[in-house]
């Protein structure tokens, strides 16, 4: 592996960690562990405890602008309404997320950096996505930003989430061909239908996760609305949600087009299934596990973190997979 592909997949992967991060942000509620951006509480490093934030710094009518932004009034904006909202817990698990989003600018920039030296090589799509991808990155921190003085508006945190699905199309390319020679699948006759399949499977779960963001929108004002309530008794509520059930149904078509996609990869592989095609079906058998506890048990934190994430390197291994499967050139 080139040092430039070990610097993409660097980045690839601590997206994949931002991803699971942002998705613990929000099943535990702390979007809004920092309020402001891109300081949290007006500090750089968080205080851990009540006592030790000096409120008579903070900017009040930047809070202030910040809650007209999300619908409240800003009249309740106080000194003493500031204190009884700080969360230690959401506020360090909210600036953990921040500090995860470091490693990704950086190792994306690297990438960028890289890109140059592809394109000198005569790989100028490479050095094209690769500034493509800081750009997305660059895009998505300033949807962060957003995020926070929307007071996370549904459709911003959407925006934010496929964005995250985009990016990691873009990295597995960039790992994927800055090489002299990519990696590619081996097929007993034609790859035509399998890849149309696969192609089919990725586009489905890309518009399941974008449908999750949604519905997770919609768990978000039920975990506000039913505080202190069981998750399990949010699942009636779900149910009368539209982009709910069609998540949920469109899970189906994942499931069966894998399930096809496996027996014609049994005939037409050379050599049969291999490790990227059985990881896919796992992953897609383990978000349908997940699906139906989140379905028929209740909304567990702990499992919507796992939906989340896995689904992102389901993402990505079926880009990779569209990518060593095309037709060497030349």
Known sequence: MERFQKVALAALVSLFVLIFVGAVVRVTGSGMGCPDWPTCWGCW???????????????????????????????????????????????????????????????????????????????????????????????????????????LKPGVITTHMALAMLLVCLLVFVAWAGTERQWRKGFAGSAKGLRWLVGGLLVLTIVEGVMGSQVREVTDVLAKSHYGEARGEWIGELEERAVYLVHRSFSWLIVLGTIGFLLMGRRGLAGGLGWLEKGIAGMVGAMMVMGLVLAQVGIHPVVQVLHVGVAAILVGALCLWLLASSRERG
């Open 45 to 151: 490093i968080p205080p851990r405890a009540v006592e030790q934030l000096d409120f008579e710094k903070l900017d009040l009518e930047k809070f202030r602008r910040k809650a007209e932004r999300a619908g409240r009034d800003p009249a309740t904006i106080t000194r003493e309404s500031l204190r009884e909202e700080f969360n230690p817990v959401h506020t360090w698990v909210e600036y953990v997320n921040r500090l995860c989003s470091l490693p990704v600018g950086f190792f994306s920039l690297a990438t960028f950096v890289g890109g140059f030296f592809q394109w000198r090589r005569g790989r100028k799509l490479v050095g094209v996505t690769a500034a493509v991808s800081l750009f997305v990155v660059l895009l998505n921190a300033w949807m962060g930003a957003k995020i926070v003085y929307s007071g």
